[in-house]
């Protein structure tokens, strides 16, 4: 959740002045709203909208997305297409507004300011590097799921191996299992898995996850590691 996005809204139609209202009025009664500012570029069925919005309190960008959504499926022109494309919305990093369309020459539209309202510093609003660094690992990480329970684990306070693990530098799976059960049940952080086999398997999985362990035993049935162990191949693999 962040305080501040920038959003496009280009309909294949254009934007017209009665839907630029509709939705200037929309935005303005958002949730926590502090500020937006609006603008509009280019002409006729090229019109399109950018608008930047600045939050007291952090938003969901899909949650901003529905309620747009939700106000644009009441005409005609809203199709599979449009709920696509129609309706673009990123992280604010800084002044959007003002850099991509105020000041930016490159572009070279129309411009028409609807509504010109922002706050008197902006920067407060915007993520730190941290917070935009652990955004980029987010996106990139291949499994969300996992990536986000190492980073609750290692600012949870069972990740201090002074005190869980005798200084030892390495984490120890009791550690990852007070944890889960610390987020699960006590805090009740992350969703709760009924079954206990499989709650060890999570405990199992995360460990590994966490701490970069892994084994290869772990990817085989019980034949295949029996035969494994008998065979010429375990010599090439502990080498």
């Excluded at 494309?85 to 129309?110: F, P, Q, R, S």
């Excluded at 079954?195 to 996850?209: N, Q, T, V």
């Amino acid at each position: 959740m962040f305080k501040s996005y920038g959003i496009t809204i280009r309909p294949k139609c254009g934007v017209n002045e009665e839907l630029q209202n509709v939705i200037l009025e929309k935005i303005n009664k958002f949730k926590n709203l502090d500020s937006c500012y609006m603008i509009a570029e280019k002409e006729d069925i090229e019109r399109h909208l950018h608008l930047q919005v600045w939050f007291n309190e952090p938003r969901r960008k899909g949650d901003l997305k529905k309620q747009l959504e939700r106000t644009l499926s009441s005409y005609d022109w809203w199709d599979t297409h449009h709920k696509r494309y129609c309706i673009h919305i990123k992280i604010a990093y800084n002044d959007w507004i003002t850099n991509y369309c105020l000041e930016n020459e490159t572009k070279g539209d129309i411009l028409e300011e609807i509504q010109a309202e922002m706050p008197a510093k902006t920067e407060s609003y915007y993520p730190s590097e941290q917070e935009q660094q652990d955004t980029q690992d987010l996106a990139n990480a291949k499994d969300t799921r996992f990536h986000l329970l190492k980073k609750q684990f290692e600012e949870s306070q069972f990740s201090d191996n002074e005190k869980y693990n005798f200084g030892r530098p390495i984490y120890n799976r009791f550690q990852i299992s007070a944890f889960l059960n610390d987020a699960m049940f006590i805090r009740k952080t992350i969703p709760v898995v009924s079954e206990k086999r499989k709650r060890c398997e999570l405990s199992k999985s995360l460990f590994m996850y966490v701490s970069g362990y892994g084994d290869m035993e772990e990817f085989m049935s019980e034949k295949e590691l029996e035969f494994f162990n008998k065979s010429q191949f375990k010599e090439l693999f502990e080498n």
